[in-house]
Each structure stands twice: as structure tokens, then as C-alpha cells.
């Protein structure tokens, strides 16, 4: 079964620091473009970041909003996405969720984690 | 940065009604949108990709159009079960922006 597990969420200061990790599984980890995406309580789905894959040259791309402080790494002989985010603020407070997708079969794959809260307070 | 703009935010319509919700990209995507459905406490379900591909699974009433700047989904006769949220999201490019949502509900 292909899955993606999140965990590391919690609640921190203003100013403080946290890392997420996404455990992959039923898939090749290393062949996937990974996103984190967030959406606050109540609110839309804010795109966060995503890295590629080593093969697709490895980089990485941000959201404005988190931009110099969030950073997206990948451990592939873990098959782990992170996601370190320091200082956090009140605005960072989200579920965090990790996805991977492909849309250039049929069907699409397209995973999402179930999420981890971030509380900044 | 191309901004993804939804409208309308909002919508009440009866059962049996078709349903058409628009996503305007403020430049040229060409068919890397899609769509996704979210329903309350649930995880975002893809709906549709490059703009007009229904994902496996997903009912025939709902079919997506556009290319370019202007998308639409369409829900061709509304059920209960699609009240829920809808996005869009484009994907030609970083950042991966969404658009803002569309509240679906039944009247």
C-alpha cells in the first residue's frame, strides 16, 4: 500500500524551531517529487515547498511566506521527507501535509499524509 | 508569481443541479491545473488533472475545460455528497500555487 506518514508536529514558540519527517512507503521514495503543503484551521491549502528528486536534479522550491526559513530535505536511504522550519510564527500554525503525485500516467498517483499539526503559540 | 483566482468563493444549489466553478490563472498554465475535492476532517481527493483528465474512480459528473488562463469544473447534476470544498491548483511550475476554494452547498 502506498502511504506517507508525517509526524513531528507540536506546539512551539514564536521564534522557535521544528522538524517534520514523512515516512514513504509502497513506492520508489527516491524516484518522487515530494510537496509539503499546509492549511490552516479553517482556511484553503497553502503550498509550502517541494523537492525533487535526485535524478530530476534534486532541488528544491519554496512559498514566498516561507522562503529562507523552512528547508526541505530528503533521506532516501530512509525514504523520509523533512521539513525543518525555524523562526516559526503565529501564521505558520497549520496542518502540515506531505505529498507525492505523478501526473503523467493514468491514473494519476497522487498520495497525501494525514497530516500533522503545527501549533505556534 | 501567477496567482490562481476561484470563483465564486461560495455557492448554495439544489440537487440535480449543474454546478460550474471557475479558476483564472494571471498567466498562461497551459493544461497543468487541476482539481481537488475536500470535505470536512477529509483529506483532499484529486478530481481532475491536465485540466480534463477525470482520475480513476471519480465520478462522471464531474468534468473539468479550459487551457491557458480559464478553467472550469463542473459538476453536470449535483448530489449530496458533493458538498465540500473544491480547489484548484496549478502545476506547470513553482510555486505550486492554489487557488482560494469554492464552498459547495446544497440548498
Known amino acids: 500500500e502506498v502511504q506517507l506518514v508525517e509526524s513531528g508536529g507540536g506546539l512551539v514558540k514564536p521564534g522557535g524551531s521544528l522538524r517534520l519527517s514523512c515516512a514513504a512507503s509502497g513506492f520508489t521514495f527516491s524516484n518522487a517529487w515530494m510537496n509539503w503543503v499546509r492549511q490552516a484551521s479553517g482556511k484553503g491549502l497553502e503550498w509550502v515547498g517541494r523537492?525533487?528528486?535526485?535524478?530530476?536534479?534534486?532541488?528544491?522550491d519554496y512559498a514566498a511566506p516561507v522562503k529562507g526559513r523552512f528547508t526541505i530535505s530528503r533521506d532516501d536511504s530512509k525514504d523520509t521527507l523533512y521539513l525543518q522550519m525555524n523562526s516559526l510564527q503565529t501564521e505558520d500554525t497549520a496542518v502540515y501535509y506531505c505529498i507525492t503525485r505523478n501526473f503523467l500516467g493514468y491514473p494519476a498517483l497522487d498520495i497525501w499524509g494525514q497530516g500533522t499539526t503545527v501549533t505556534v503559540s | 508569481d501567477i496567482q490562481m483566482t476561484q470563483s465564486p468563493s461560495s455557492l448554495s444549489a439544489s440537487v440535480g443541479d449543474r454546478v460550474t466553478i471557475t479558476c483564472r490563472a494571471s498567466?498562461?498554465?497551459?493544461?497543468?491545473l487541476a482539481w481537488y475535492q475536500q470535505k470536512p476532517g477529509k483529506v483532499p481527493n484529486l478530481l481532475i488533472y491536465?485540466?480534463?483528465t477525470l482520475q480513476s474512480g471519480v465520478p462522471s459528473r464531474f468534468s473539468g475545460s479550459g487551457s491557458g488562463t480559464d478553467f472550469t469544473l463542473t459538476i453536470s447534476s449535483l448530489q449530496p455528497e458533493d458538498v465540500a470544498t473544491y480547489y484548484c491548483q496549478k502545476y506547470d511550475s513553482a510555486p505550486l500555487t492554489f487557488g482560494g476554494g469554492t464552498r459547495v452547498a446544497i440548498k
Open positions: 523537492i525533487k528528486s535526485k535524478s530530476g536534479g534534486g532541488t528544491t
Open positions: 491536465a485540466a480534463s
Open positions: 498567466q498562461d498554465i497551459s493544461n497543468s
